[in-house]
């Protein structure tokens, strides 16, 4: 095959950038600005016109629609009676899974369930000033909608990670969609994951549809109230466009992992780091050293290991446009554009010195501390969700967890005796920006105080 040999070697070495190149840094913000792009369509672009459209037609015409557009995109034919997943197939599919894969996400659940338990504000007193006048109020959001991508490999994790959370918070509906992908309808697994943890909605629809769906509702699948989960440019082009009329995660595009490793690090475990993440075509793989023989064993380890994986030509793809391996003069400037990319995972692998870089980090999704914390710990096991901030989102958004399914509700309470302490000051305010209803409103009472 054409990716293999020699030319592997000349495709993949233009991922080396030492730093004392000239021209290091543009290729840098390149790469970055490739990331931040690659998440969701231009508005104005051809296929951001057809996400547009597509909304438009669901929104407008409904169930006909996403039928419609079902057809044409997944070529699966489907009634809108069809779109939800019978019960008896949920119980039929978790009937079917294999036992030991079963005690697996059985533990995968609970490792999550507990982790998210831990982190939720939402069962803690309600504002440590309440009964002075003023304290917060958690609600759980009533009603959320999850993406799964469509994939010929069942994607569990995904539901784990995103319903769990939901869960803990206490959302009561959870709506799963997916595009029938498999044989017509959804991985069994999914189905049979689906019936686990107790989900009974799930619709067999995918796409800019689902998105619409979920976001304006149709006479079978009422609207949710937020939507989570991954997919595609697509999908998190229609996420975009429909936040305010329900709320959203956030925007992810490739997955990201950025390695930061010295010479204590194992060149294969990091080669190995980097597929894991450039594999989801599209995914990025960085390395950020300190040393040019590490990162040149990185790039040998990187060649010789690609050319085994089943998807390596796609994978080869992905590491010429969206990875690099650079040396920096020192692990501090490392670290310094690191806080700059804002990673969706950043591992550390730098020896004894890493617990003490993971305290300089500022911005990333997750950190993963050390040669035995790969990023797959995390996307399957250790309990944080692995549903997170891509294209530099770390700079303002967090992982997924159980608080972004909870509202807060402000709590104002004043008596009589209160008010009258703080009347004059806000008349003052209130004229001040000559509104005086406002101030008025104060001085309606302040007769009877």
Same mark, same amino acid.
């Given at each position: ?11 993949l ?9 000239a ?15 690659a ?20 929104a407008?015409r ?6 419609e557009?079902?057809?044409? !995109? ?12 019978? %019960? ?14 079963l ?20 069962n803690k007193? %309600?504002?440590?000033?309440?009964g ?7 609600t759980?959001?009533? %009603?959320?909608?999850i993406?799964?991508p469509?994939?010929?490999?069942p994607l ?11 869960q ?29 943890l ?9 796409g ?19 939507i ?16 305010g009329v ?6 992810a ?29 599209p ?48 692990i ?8 700059? !990319? ?12 890493s ?5 300089r980090?500022?911005?990333?999704g997750?950190? !993963?501390?050390g ?10 096991w250790?309990g944080?969700?692995?549903?997170l ?23 104002i309470e ?7 302490a703080?009347?004059?000051d ?24």
């Open positions: 095959m054409l990716w293999k040999g020699t030319i592997v070697s000349q495709e070495d233009q991922i080396l950038i030492l730093w004392s190149q021209d290091s840094s543009d290729k840098m913000q390149e790469l970055r600005t490739a990331l931040m792009g998440a969701m369509f231009e508005p104005y672009s051809e296929n951001g016109k057809l996400v547009i459209d597509i909304i438009s037609e669901v407008i409904g169930d006909k629609a996403v039928a557009l079902t057809e044409r !995109f997944d070529r699966v034919k489907l009634t809108p009676r069809q779109f939800k997943v019978p %019960r008896k197939d949920l119980a039929r599919a978790h009937r079917e899974i294999d036992k030991e894969l005690a697996s996400i059985r533990q995968a659940i609970t490792n999550v369930r507990k982790y998210q338990s831990e982190i939720f504000i939402g007193p %309600r504002g440590g000033v309440w002075t006048g003023t304290g917060i109020k958690y759980p959001i009533k %009603r959320v909608g993406c799964v469509g994939a010929s490999a569990a994790s995904c539901v784990i990670m995103t319903a769990v959370p939901a803990v918070a206490g959302v009561k509906e959870i709506v799963v969609v997916s595009p029938p992908r498999y044989n017509g309808s959804i991985h069994p697994t999914i189905l049979g994951l689906c019936h686990e107790g989900i009974a909605e799930v619709y067999r629809i995918g800019v549809q689902a998105v619409t769906t979920l976001a304006c509702g149709t006479k079978t699948i009422p609207k949710v109230d937020k989570v989960g991954p997919g595609n440019q697509w999908v998190q082009t229609a996420k975009k466009m429909v936040s329900v709320g959203i995660d956030f925007i595009g490739p997955s990201e992992v950025l390695i930061i490793a010295n010479d204590k690090a194992k060149p294969a475990w990091v080669a190995a780091d980097m597929l894991s993440q450039a594999e989801h075509v995914g990025s793989a960085v390395v950020f050293t300190d040393s040019q023989k590490f990162a040149k064993s990185v790039l040998v380890e990187l060649k010789r290991q690609v050319v085994q994986l089943s998807r390596a030509k796609e994978t080869i793809d992905c590491l010429k446009k969206f990875s690099k391996i650079v040396v920096f003069k020192s501090d400037e490392s670290i310094r554009w690191a806080n700059y !990319f804002a990673a969706e995972h950043l591992q550390i692998q730098c020896g004894e010195q617990k003490a870089i993971a305290e980090i500022e911005n990333a997750a950190i !993963f501390i040669d035995y914390s790969p990023v797959a710990v995390g996307d399957y250790a944080p969700s692995h549903t901030p891509t294209g530099t989102g770390a700079r303002f958004s967090s992982a997924l967890s159980a608080n972004d399914f909870i509202k807060s509700t402000s709590i004043y008596d009589k005796e209160k008010l009258a703080s009347a004059d806000i008349i003052r305010l209130a004229e001040a920006e000559g509104l005086d209803a406002h101030a008025k409103s104060i001085k309606i009472r302040q007769v009877h105080i």
